[in-house]
T-cell receptor, first 116, second 113 residues
Framework: GAGVSQSPSNKVTEKGKDVELRCDPI?????LYWYRQRLGQGLEFLIY????????KSGLPSDRFSAERTGESVSTLTIQRTQQEDSAVYLC??????????????FGPGTRLTVL | DQQVKQNSPSLSVQEGRISILNCDYT??????FLWYKKYPAEGPTFLIS?????DKNEDGRFTVFLNKSAKHLSLHIVPSQPGDSAVYFC????????????FGTGTQLKVEL
């Protein structure tokens, strides 16, 4: 079956513009995560969705960042008024229900965001 | 504050030899540890994991060792193969934390012929 897909694969934007990144998780995966990897750093947790529960937004770096998920499918990560420090690869992952023990997270290929 | 640290940004090993990748952590609440492998332009893929109740887990050529008292884990690959050349990330998670992962900065492994 299809893996996690993300679009666009690359996005170049000007400082101050808004961007929207999309993630299509694996069908049947109720948990969805967003991470980002800035140059020379590890992956940094941003936000986590699990079914109908309130999302865990503890990793979002500022109120310019927000994310939504439609049911148990597509998620969009929106960055408003982009700054140069937002330049990174944004990775989405999905897994089966994450309660009661660790479930393997499957990652998409990422969206490389460059803010000029 | 980096809770998971990989102090070696790169490692070069000859084909057939053992590769040892190291990882240290500071958060004593972490109870599950993972290694992910990443090729350029692809997302990370899960390699092997270990629960904090164990000190060793083996899967084929890959073995992960956990030393809780030292807050240290290592990944051994033996024998190393050219296809193992990739970036390896150490990651950790807390039980009941929704499984959000805390990653290290990665080690670039190059296996030379």
């Amino acid at each position: 079956g299809a893996g996690v897909s993300q679009s666009p694969s690359n996005k170049v934007t000007e400082k101050g513009k808004d961007v929207e990144l999309r993630c299509d998780p694996i069908s049947g995966h109720t948990a969805l995560y967003w991470y980002r990897q800035r140059l020379g750093q590890g992956l940094e947790f941003l936000i986590y969705f699990q079914g109908n529960s309130a999302p865990d937004k503890s990793g979002l770096p500022s109120d310019r960042f927000s994310a939504e998920r439609t049911g148990e499918s597509v998620s969009t990560l929106t960055i408003q008024r982009t700054q140069q420090e937002d330049s990174a690869v944004y990775l989405c992952a999905s897994s089966l229900e994450a309660s009661g023990g660790y479930r393997e997270q499957f990652f998409g290929p990422g969206t490389r965001l460059t803010v000029l | 504050d980096q809770q998971v640290k990989q102090n070696s940004p790169s490692l070069s090993v000859q084909e057939g030899r053992i590769s040892i990748l190291n990882c240290d952590y500071t958060n004593s609440m972490f109870d599950y540890f993972l290694w992910y492998k990443k090729y350029p332009a692809e997302g990370p893929t899960f390699l092997i994991s270990i629960s904090s109740i164990k000190d060793k887990n083996e899967d084929g050529r890959f073995t992960v060792f956990l030393n809780k008292s030292a807050k240290h884990l290592s990944l051994h690959i033996v024998p190393s193969q050219p296809g193992d050349s990739a970036v390896y990330f150490c990651a950790a998670t807390e039980g009941g934390g929704g499984n959000k992962l805390t990653f290290g900065t990665g080690t670039q492994l190059k296996v030379e012929l």
